[in-house]
């Protein structure tokens, strides 16, 4: 199933009013039942218009020393525009949908690209995602929220994160880009501050330990 931007948004505004349903009525995306074909998904199928792709891989600086992840990859179009465009050392979609899937290794495998991407039928949620200097993803809020502590935690200081249309509630962007009428989000996660500090503080002639 393929969505527009404009009614992803829709959708959004109905889950936000989802609550006001009557007691006891019952309601639930299409996407988050499972079917014959696929699992349940977090985000339904709305692929990124090329201008946004193009958008996305610059305000990334996407570059050949690059390996990109695209959480939740639709059809492979940021990971095969990051091998063919940018050049990237490795790019890696991963996608709950076989068909989605599917599509993707056909679409690398039409740009000439097959021997630099891969593609993962996987939950996003149960991808090791540590070896990305690059991460893309065009989600829903309450999913980036959820992902935010594994990207901060998880993934090395410098990597860069991209996101289409969604924020990261109060991790504010470095950059937001608007494209027409959509957004793009760049973030550089920062260093690990966590953990147990030592300093020293020099005052005069008396140094003092922490
Ligand atoms: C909005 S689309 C974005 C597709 C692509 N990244 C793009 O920008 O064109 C979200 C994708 O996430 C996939 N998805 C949803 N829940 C997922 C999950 N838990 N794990 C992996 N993929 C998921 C959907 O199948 C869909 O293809």
Redesign the pocket.
Known sequence: MKLSSFMLSLLLLFLVSAPLLPAGAEWAPSWTTPTEDRPA????????PPEVVQAMLTAAHVNSRDILY??????G??VVAAAKERKVKRAVG????PE?IRESNENARQAGVSERVTFHQ????DMDFREATVV????LPSVNLKLRPRLLRELAPGTRIVS?DFDMGDWEADRIIAVGTHTVYFWVVPANMSGTWKWSLTDGNETRQY
């Open positions: 998904l977090d985000v339904p199928y709305v692929p990124t695209d959480l939740g990859c639709g059809d179009r940021i991963i996608d709950l949908d989605r996987k939950d996003l949620f893309s993803m065009y989600l289409h």
